[in-house]
T-cell receptor
Framework: RKEVEQDPGPFNVPEGATVAFNCTYS??????FFWYRQDCRKEPKLLMS???SGNEDGRFTAQLNRASQYISLLIRDSKLSDSATYLC????????????FGGGTRVLVKP | EPEVTQTPSHQVTQMGQEVILRCVPI?????FYWYRQILGQKVEFLVS????????KSEIFDDQFSVERPDGSNFTLKIRSTKLEDSAMYFC?????????????FGPGTRLTVL
């Protein structure tokens, strides 16, 4: 089983619509969770950390479900500029300092 | 958000040649990381570097790879004898300041093409 698994998409989203997608992780000792955004051939950019109680940053909402070992990202009122690949990232303290990445979910927002 | 730059942005080399990729954080940091991303694949951890020593490395980081901080500011990744399969984007990352967990910020990357 992959350590961090994501639906690769693409999710084709009309501008202004809401899109949500999940990520599952296999290591129950995972302690920190993040969503990064990556544009084509660019570096991953931190979108938001994901906290146990769930958190919101503007149009973006992240949820963590430790029991089922998944995290989710919801984007409301999608903008054309939201088109990107969204990377689910986990950190396990016992594994040292490294981040473990999922393969990414591609989102295409269309007018 | 901490800033880090990387040079060169694109490196083309012949198989078997040595390459050095550079990472320069804007401010002082103790934790450095190298990741790579082969085209169309996920980002993979290579090595972490803390207080001038390797703290962890992955299976990818074999004897062909080395890291060092030669002058206290630059952080380099050296590939001694490049192979075709080393072609990838290489990202340097630094650890964020007060973020919980292990927030890392990535440089713009170096695209390495091995011919």
């Amino acid at each position: 089983r992959k350590e961090v698994e994501q639906d690769p998409g693409p999710f084709n989203v009309p501008e202004g619509a809401t899109v949500a997608f999940n990520c599952t992780y296999s290591n129950s000792a995972s302690q920190s969770f993040f969503w990064y955004r990556q544009d084509c051939r660019k570096e991953p950019k931190l979108l938001m950390s994901v906290y146990s109680s769930g958190n919101e940053d503007g149009r973006f909402t992240a949820q963590l479900n430790r029991a089922s070992q998944y995290i989710s990202l919801l984007i409301r009122d999608s903008k054309l500029s939201d088109s990107a690949t969204y990377l689910c990232v986990v950190w396990v303290k016992a594994a040292g300092n490294k981040l473990t990445f999922g393969g990414g979910t591609r989102v295409l927002v269309k007018p | 958000e901490p800033e880090v730059t990387q040079t060169p942005s694109h490196q083309v080399t012949q198989m078997g040649q040595e390459v050095i990729l550079r990472c320069v954080p804007i401010s002082n940091h103790l934790y450095f990381y190298w990741y790579r991303q082969i085209l169309g694949q996920k980002v993979e951890f290579l090595v972490s570097f803390y207080n001038n020593e390797i703290s962890e490395k992955s299976e990818i980081f074999d004897d062909q790879f080395s890291v060092e901080r030669p002058d206290g500011s630059n952080f380099t990744l050296k590939i001694r004898s490049t192979k075709l399969e080393d072609s990838a984007m290489y990202f340097c990352a630094i650890k964020g300041g007060s973020q919980r967990g292990d927030t890392q910020y990535f440089g713009p990357g170096t695209r390495l093409t091995v011919l």
